[in-house]
């Protein structure tokens, strides 16, 4: 992890993303897409490995959404290339490559994310999602208890679980609701909380946030009162 950017009028936290696609007007709608996702800001875009490596030169990224196929190259080799030149930015993989050898030499040489297209924004949002988790989680450094160890390695592997898979009886529509209403608080939200800000009954809200606990996207924390039970308390991505 290379860490955020540092410029004035940008959130030290922010994830410095380069786009890389041989296609113009495919990159371009990554961008977009990225750009929809809060906490992340497009620094580069980029069509050949050439312009890639021209890119994190001039300015690192932590993470690059990669196409496979390359004028000048693949994005396996790009990978490859990048950590012999000791470049240590993130990678997803973002492509039409399916192909078992691929994604195991993609996997091998460290993408930490590998997304197929065609694709929908809902599943680039949950890899984005769970990047940002494992981003936060790493930037404290020091040591690590197997609990700490085990969350880090989970962060990407709780992505896959993104809006086009929801059980049965749950609607994208009200888990994006419920979603954005956390990652705009500024503290831990009960139930009730939520069910207020979003519109939603209380009951609604409740199984949501279960939904989205479960997927390791959401910390659930208990407020204990004078008397009575605990109170469950929700926040967005911020690990324990």
Request: charged fraction near 25%; aromatic fraction near 4%.
């Amino acid at each position: 992890m290379s860490g955020g950017s540092s410029g004035s009028d940008v959130p030290i936290d922010v994830i410095d993303v380069l786009v890389v696609d041989d296609d113009p007007q495919v990159a371009r709608i990554n961008a977009a897409y990225v750009a929809k996702v809060g906490g992340f800001r497009v620094v580069r875009v980029a069509h050949s490995a050439a312009e890639a490596l021209a890119a994190l030169e001039e300015h690192p990224a932590d993470l690059i959404l990669l196409d496979h196929y390359l004028p000048d190259g693949t994005g396996v080799q790009l990978v490859g290339d990048l950590r012999r030149r000791g470049l240590l930015a993130d990678v997803i993989m973002v492509t039409a490559a399916r192909d078992i050898a691929t994604v195991r030499a993609a996997m091998r040489l460290g993408a930490l994310q590998y997304l197929v297209k065609p694709f929908t924004f809902a599943g680039l949002r949950a890899k984005l999602e769970g990047y940002a988790a494992l981003h936060r989680t790493c930037a404290g450094g020091g040591q690590a208890e197997q609990a700490e160890v085990d969350r880090i390695f989970g962060a990407l592997g709780a992505a896959g679980a993104g809006a086009a898979e929801l059980p049965k009886g749950h609607s994208a529509a009200t888990a994006d609701r419920v979603r954005s209403v956390l990652r705009t608080a500024d503290t831990p939200l009960s139930a009730q909380d939520v069910a207020l800000r979003s519109g939603l009954s209380r009951q609604t809200a409740q199984r949501y946030l279960k939904l989205l606990e479960r997927t390791g996207r959401v910390r659930l924390t208990l407020r204990y009162g004078e008397t009575g039970r605990p109170e469950h308390r929700y926040e967005w991505g911020r690990p324990a």
